[in-house]
């Protein structure tokens, strides 16, 4: 039998399987499960931000701004809660003790992935190297624009640099082993070749480090001896700048059969501030020496650190003006006319034993103390000083092997050889971190 149907009715579609149903309604379960979480994050989230503004703003109340940010300079994460960890800068300065993790742990840290420096335990083989240091304040006129009342600088930003007049260490022992870290990496490096004692760890991927912070990172295997010479000057250095070019490079300058001459360029830095005062950053244009040592590093015969002074600014001197780093920045540069430290002689035994192996009086009868002799050394091969602070200056700045000439000779010289002359204005010098 046909049934007939009238000409306004469509025929019915066939309803949906019944799984295609349930998943449909699964796919709308999920999509509001999903907003209903997003919408409960926002909210927490919401509510996290506003609980943070109030205990902000508590704190403001309770602290004023200077405690505030005397707070938040100790408070490194940001949870507005000061941890043992975050404290002990505190506790260190008002307990006059020193840090846990101290330079002799530090020393047995590795130095590279292959090699461990190791301290001999016996003593009465040790030597000695007595290093003394030297000091003259920077000369404030010399300052281009942050005399007082200039610029609104205040006395304050200023005050670590006022009162740094002196080294914190006039005199300090080392143990001759201690400098094995300026050892070349290789027997067969060639006169000039240039090899990291600290290589840089920043490029354009990581940028710069903060400028907000006051106390160093303990030190680690090759950092180890540089922040204690360091040290000497004032109690904070940074061995490594907040920017680039970052680290310490070295290079022979003569061998001969048991003893090696490295010259060494270093950049570092000092934070001159404490708490409650903001950061004030003090970044000599570089460190610079040399030191002649055995090839096994026991014995020390000559070492010398110091910051040119030949040139008429030497000093980079950054300070913020707030609690952030987003805070202002003010920037000067200025003179220091001398920052050397340099050794008082060779590194001599801290025990001294006669022919037979028993220990004798360090002094003779008069009181004296006895002069040890030791022996001419015979180069085989040199290198002058100025050949290697250029290689040390290529390695730092690559551009530098483009040579860079006054204004006057290089018109000259592109007159005589008919060729353009491209000019670079200068606040300082071109390779040197104070410019």
């Not at 067969?188 to 354009?204: T, Y």
């Not at 040119?308 to 001197?317: A, C, G």
């Amino acid at each position: 039998m046909v049934r007939a149907c009238s000409p306004g009715a469509q025929p019915r579609a066939p309803p949906d399987p019944p799984g295609r149903a349930t998943r449909w309604s699964l796919v709308l379960l999920g999509a509001l499960l999903a907003a209903i979480v997003a919408a409960a994050a926002r909210g927490y989230a919401n509510y996290r931000e506003a609980q943070a503004a109030a205990l902000r703003e508590a704190a403001l109340k309770s602290l004023g701004t200077e405690g505030l940010y005397l707070f938040s300079s100790l408070d490194l994460d940001k949870d507005l809660s000061i941890s043992p960890e975050e404290f002990k800068p505190i506790a260190e300065k008002f307990t006059g003790l020193m840090p846990v993790t101290d330079f002799e742990e530090e020393e047995k840290s590795p130095l590279d992935s292959s090699e461990t420096l190791y301290i001999d335990e016996n003593l009465s083989t040790e030597e000695k190297l007595s290093i003394v240091a030297r000091f003259q304040p920077l000369l404030l006129e010399t300052m281009t624009k942050s005399k007082d009342g200039f610029l609104g600088v205040s006395h304050l930003a200023l005050s670590g640099l006022r009162e740094w007049r002196t080294p914190a260490s006039q005199l300090m022992e080392f143990s001759a082993r201690q400098f094995k870290p300026f050892l070349p990496p290789r027997s067969n490096m060639e006169l000039g070749e240039p090899w990291w004692i600290i290589p840089s760890e920043l490029s354009i991927f990581t940028g710069y480090l903060s400028n907000n912070r006051f106390y160093p990172p303990p030190p680690k295997g090759k950092e180890v001896i540089i922040h204690r010479l360091l040290s000497m000057f004032h109690p904070r250095p940074f061995v490594k700048t907040r920017f680039g070019p970052q680290g310490a490079v070295a290079c022979l300058t003569a061998v001969s059969d048991a003893y090696y001459t490295v010259a060494f360029r270093i950049h570092a830095e000092f934070q001159l501030n404490e708490p409650p005062h903001f950061p004030f950053w003090f970044s000599p244009g570089q460190f610079t020496g040399h030191i002649i040592l055995t090839k096994d590093a026991t014995h020390v015969r000559d070492f010398k650190l110091f910051v040119p002074n030949h040139r008429s600014l030497n000093v980079d001197m950054e300070w913020l003006y707030g609690a952030n780093e987003k805070s202002n920045m003010e920037v000067d540069i200025g003179y220091l006319p001398q920052m050397e430290l340099e050794s008082q002689g060779p590194s001599v035994p801290s025990v001294i034993q006669d022919e037979n192996g028993n220990v004798i009086d360090s002094r003779l009868p008069s009181g004296e103390p006895i002069q040890f002799m030791f022996e001419d050394i015979v180069w085989q091969r040199e290198l002058s000083w100025e050949k290697a602070t250029q290689q040390l200056e290529v390695a730092m700045y690559p551009f530098k092997k483009v040579t860079y000439l006054p204004f006057t000779e290089a018109f000259d010289r592109a007159k005589a050889e008919n060729k353009l002359v491209h000019s670079i204005l200068l606040w300082g010098a071109l390779d040197d971190q104070s410019c």
